[in-house]
């Protein structure tokens, strides 16, 4: 029933911007978390930020703070990921997840996420 579907991935050059956007569906509660995970070939999956639909409240990780921003939309049940200043380091599949399971106070990074997107191609190159 939940459903999440990715969009905005393609080619950029560095230093240039990509929005992503994650739209969901069918989730059974106003109060979840949406995360935004990367994949490297070769890397382990790692959070690159994340936001609480029902507070706002957002985390990023160290490599993408102040480039990387996140928000929502809840009239259309779409989560963005605008990033800038991309690199090369950038380079990875980009999924979306959500966790149904919400803890106020604590980093929406150590939620558990249940349910993901398909992944959308993020390639930084000149």
């Known amino acids: 029933q939940v459903q999440l579907v990715e969009s905005g991935g393609g080619l950029v050059q560095p230093g240039g911007s990509l929005r992503l956007s994650c739209a969901a569906s069918?989730?059974?509660?106003?109060?979840?978390?949406i995360g935004w995970f990367r994949q490297a070939p070769g890397k382990e999956r790692e959070g690159v930020s994340c936001?609480?639909?029902?507070?706002?409240?957002?985390d990023y990780a160290d490599s993408v703070k102040g480039r990387f921003s996140i928000s929502r939309d809840n009239a259309k049940n779409v989560v963005y990921l605008q990033m800038n200043d991309l690199t090369s380091d950038d380079t990875a599949v980009y999924h979306c997840?959500?966790?149904?399971?919400?803890?106020?106070?604590?980093?929406?990074?150590?939620?558990?996420?249940?349910?993901w997107g398909q992944g959308t191609q993020v390639t930084v190159s000149s």
């Open positions: 997840a959500t966790a149904l399971g919400i803890f106020y106070g604590r980093s929406c990074f150590t939620y558990e996420y249940d349910y």
């Open positions: 069918g989730i059974p509660s106003d109060y979840y978390g």
């Open positions: 936001i609480v639909i029902s507070d706002g409240s957002t």
